[in-house]
């Protein structure tokens, strides 16, 4: 039987067995709801490697209060969950990040100076390089597409995967289809270098006894990469993002009404606005002026939440004269 008045180590171990139990808990239940990843933002990442002096202090001063039931943690973590706070620039709120559902308002910490910010996107940048989670994948690419553009950019535009150019180059959206979206950026008065651009899925779709052609990447392929695009939209922060295509639609948000539908509404992803629209693909197998003037639309919706000038002679491309 342990003593009454239980030492210091024996506290911190109660309290961390209880707090493990309880998260494990929490996690299998996130499982039973259909979540299969849970994002840790690089900012998450280096508040849990600082040194816990100030907690550990606390904690020796409540020595002598019993630890919370892992019931109560695993309440007030799904609370916290259900509920999230106003972000506060500490371990606690970054902490409390961790367990953000995909699509949720996450925590914002304090922003990061630039040159860590610079930093941590190198460091996720190399992590992404060197990934082989999908094994098939990782056999059969040539390069991984980690994405392209300013880090410090107010807008970005998300696809589903890299094709064989994007595979070959190693930069995504640089094919047929990446040469009219640089068009569709410049239409808007902003340059590709301005903006930032990336794909759910890092590596090209593998087409076992194909020639040519791309495949539409599976959801356990886009479940297990997208967590390094969750640490892309953390760093970056943009205050639009624009999902190409009903595929992408579908790896963030989920089963949707369908591409036609959606496109041109506003969603919401990670707390940030998210524009869904047609993937420039499309554009190139149906050039009809009516759906050329549809993804203009879109995007005069993105210029005028990030509050850009709009001419006249903008808002008329492709009107029928």
Known sequence: MRPARAGYNDIMSDAYGQLLDATIQHLEDLKSRGVRHVAVSPETLHALAQPAKSQISNLKSQIEKPVAPASAVKS???SAIRNPRPAIPTPVAEQEALLALP??????????????????SAALRERALACVKCPHLASSRKNVVFGVGSIDAQLMFVGEAPGADEDEQGEPFVGKAGQLLTKIIQATGLQRADVYIANILKCRPDTPGQSAGNRKPTGDEMATCIPYLHEQIDLIRPKVIVALGATAVEGLLGKTIGITKLRGTWKTYRGTPL????????LLRNQAMSEKRKVWEDMLAVMDK??????????????KA
């Not at 524009?275 to 499309?282: D, E, I, R, S, V």
């Open 275 to 282: 524009m869904p629209t047609y993937h420039p693909a499309y």
């Open 306 to 319: 990030l509050g850009m000038p709009v001419s006249q002679k903008q808002r008329n491309y492709f009107l």
């Open 76 to 78: 007030s973590t799904q």
């Open 103 to 120: 699509g949720e308002t996450v925590p914002v910490s304090a922003p990061l100076d630039p040159q860590t910010k610079a930093a941590a």
